[in-house]
């Protein structure tokens, strides 16, 4: 009985969906190394799978289409009229493969030219600049822009679609948003040297903290969600002002006392510009999260830059 009359029986079922009906990729390439080789095992070989492997592709292949492909003989292995015709058409599915894969490829390839970053204030002066850094000696060929601003302002970013990754520092998640926590920071109260409480001898209380007018991240910020969460709500503005450097400057000169992320005032105290105040009473501590858009984990340079921050 000859290979063509061996399958004449077998009829496929014709209904379901194509994945069903059509040989996967690696089925059609083994039909064309066969049909370009003449040679089962060289086609094997060519494509690093074993003789029975490919013996056993073939026939499901031929199961699957119901018609003889390939007649086998210790000469070799021809191509029946039905596997030359079906060698035809696979080349075009081959090839049409071949033109996707290569447009996935400059898909990723333009993603990977860019990386649209959005950072709330502390995190984007205080500690994105070294993870950047690194970033740029992974990847020479990333474009970086920053976005920086308040929390809120990260969560609108990432939400619109204007940033790949971001970095918030209050004590939730915005709405729309998944995250994962980077580092831990603590926020603190500090004033320049000449103020009254820089020659306390004992912590403020909560209280004393929240009766006085401090100079204050506007709100929508991190470190004024922390704040007020630990005050009740009672925190009072002397100014309110948008960045840390802004605050951090202000303070200095005298106009006041803030509560201020401990990262961003480490220079400062070394050199006595400002005094750190002991508090009693007042959990000041916060977590730092990377976020994204809920389902879209970051991958290619957001990927990577993600993973430099638990480095």
């Known amino acids: 009985m000859s290979a063509t009359e061996e399958h004449a029986g077998d ?3 014709s209904t379901g969906s194509l ?4 040989p996967d990729l690696g089925a059609l390439e083994l039909l064309l190394a066969v049909a370009r080789l003449g040679s089962l095992g060289g086609a094997a070989r060519e494509l690093g799978i074993t003789q029975p492997a490919a013996s056993s592709r073939i026939r499901s292949m031929e199961r699957r289409l119901g018609v003889a492909l390939v ?4 000469r070799g292995s021809r191509l029946t009229d039905a596997g030359a015709l079906v060698t035809d058409w696979a080349r075009r599915i081959v090839e049409a493969a071949e033109a996707f894969d290569a447009g996935a490829q400059a898909l990723r390839d333009r993603r990977d030219s860019r990386l649209r970053v959005a ?8 500690l994105l600049p070294g993870w950047l850094i690194a970033l740029r000696a992974q990847r020479p060929d990333t474009a970086v822009s920053l976005l920086a601003g308040n929390s809120a302002a990260v969560a609108e970013r990432l939400v619109s679609g204007e940033a790949d990754v971001g970095f918030v520092e209050g004590l939730t998640v915005p709405a729309g948003l998944d995250s994962a926590v980077i580092a831990r920071d603590r926020l603190i109260v500090v004033t ?3 103020h009254a409480w820089a020659r306390r001898r ?6 004393e903290l929240a009766a006085t007018a401090l100079i204050l991240r506007e709100k929508g910020s991190g470190t004024r969600q922390v704040l007020d969460a630990a005050l009740g709500g009672l925190a009072r503005p002397l100014i309110e002002l948008s960045s840390t450097t802004a605050v951090k400057a202000a303070v200095v000169s005298g106009a006041g006392p803030a509560v201020l992320s401990e990262l961003a005032v480490g220079e400062e105290l070394a050199m006595r510009r400002l005094v750190r105040v002991p508090v009693d009473g007042v959990a000041l501590a916060r ?10 984990r970051p991958t290619g340079p ?4 993600l993973a430099l921050t638990r480095a």
């Open 287 to 296: 977590d730092l999260r990377a976020v994204w858009p809920t389902g879209h």
């Open 202 to 207: 004992r912590p403020l209380a909560a209280a």
């Open 11 to 13: 009829r496929p079922v």
């Open 192 to 194: 320049a040297p000449t």
């Open 302 to 305: 957001a990927r990577d830059l």
């Open 119 to 126: 950072a709330s204030m502390t995190i984007a002066e205080y």
């Open 19 to 22: 994945a069903h009906r059509v």
């Open 71 to 74: 007649d086998r003989s210790p």
